[in-house]
Each structure stands twice: as structure tokens, then as C-alpha cells.
């Protein structure tokens, strides 16, 4: 008596493992669709925070942003900056596209007490820069000894 071999096919148990969790999640939860990742337009900016003695040094690449589409707020401590670079408008067809566009968004807690009446900030070749200055009780003093 023959007997047919069958060859094991880890892939397909997988992918039966998938649809099956599948099917769980659409019944819990209905049809939820994950968005495109082409299509996907929120991004995070790359960010550099430096600490000095006297303020929060921070520099954000947002190139293609302007001025007027980002905004920067300071609450406490905690730091945002979102804004949105918008797609110019095109003629031709779009052969590669690799530039980020979209709405972004950065928000860091600082680790210590700012004074947000001082915060200076400037937009300039695609780095917003911000300067944010340390309260005066959390800046370091050089205490003098004197004679006793």
C-alpha cells in the first residue's frame, strides 16, 4: 500500500494563524482597517536637546516647514512642537517620493523647571531652534567660602 507524503508548510500554518486571529479581532471590534503605511502622513522630526548651565538648547529638522504652519508650546516643563509640511503641487508624474509631508509632531518632558517667558525660538534652512531658559533656582552657583 502507497502512501502519499504530504510536506509540512510552516508559511501556510501561519497564515492560518493569521486569519484566524483575524477573524477574532473583527468580531470583537468590527472591520478595523490599518491605514496604508504609503499613505501615512504623521511623522516625528528628528530632535538634538542640549543641556547647559543656564537653558535647554533644542534644535528640530523640519525641513520643507514654515514659519506659520509650526507652533511650539511650553506647559510646566513638557515641550511640543507639531506643525505640517504640505505636498507642493506637482505637473509631472511622481517617479520617486521620499521627502517627509504631513503633520508632525515632537514632545519631550524637560528635567527641570523652565522659564517659559523666555523661550526664544527660530526657524532657519529647516532647523527650528529653541533656546529655553533654566528657572534662576535650578541654575548652578558657585558658593564663596569665606574666612571663618
Known amino acids: 500500500m502507497a502512501r502519499d507524503l504530504v510536506t509540512w508548510d510552516p508559511f501556510a500554518e501561519l497564515e492560518d494563524v493569521r486569519q484566524t486571529m483575524d477573524r477574532i479581532v473583527r468580531s470583537a471590534f468590527g472591520d478595523l482597517r490599518l491605514p496604508d503605511p504609503a499613505r501615512v502622513t ?43 509640511v504640505t505636498e507642493r503641487e506637482r505637473t ?29 525660538a527660530t526657524l532657519r534652512d529647516g532647523v527650528l531652534h529653541l533656546e529655553v531658559p533654566k528657572v534662576a533656582a535650578v541654575q548652578p552657583r558657585r558658593i564663596e567660602i569665606t574666612a571663618g
Open 42 to 84: 504623521s511623522w516625528v522630526p528628528a530632535v538634538d536637546i542640549e543641556e547647559t548651565d543656564e537653558a535647554f538648547v533644542v534644535e528640530a529638522e523640519v525641513p520643507g516647514a514654515r514659519r506659520d504652519d509650526v507652533t511650539v508650546d511650553l506647559r510646566g516643563n513638557e515641550l511640543t512642537i507639531r506643525g505640517e
Open 92 to 120: 509631472g508624474v511622481v517617479r520617486r517620493r521620499a521627502r517627509r509631508t504631513g503633520r508632525f509632531e515632537y514632545r519631550v518632558t524637560l528635567p527641570a523647571d523652565v522659564d517659559g517667558d523666555r523661550v526664544t
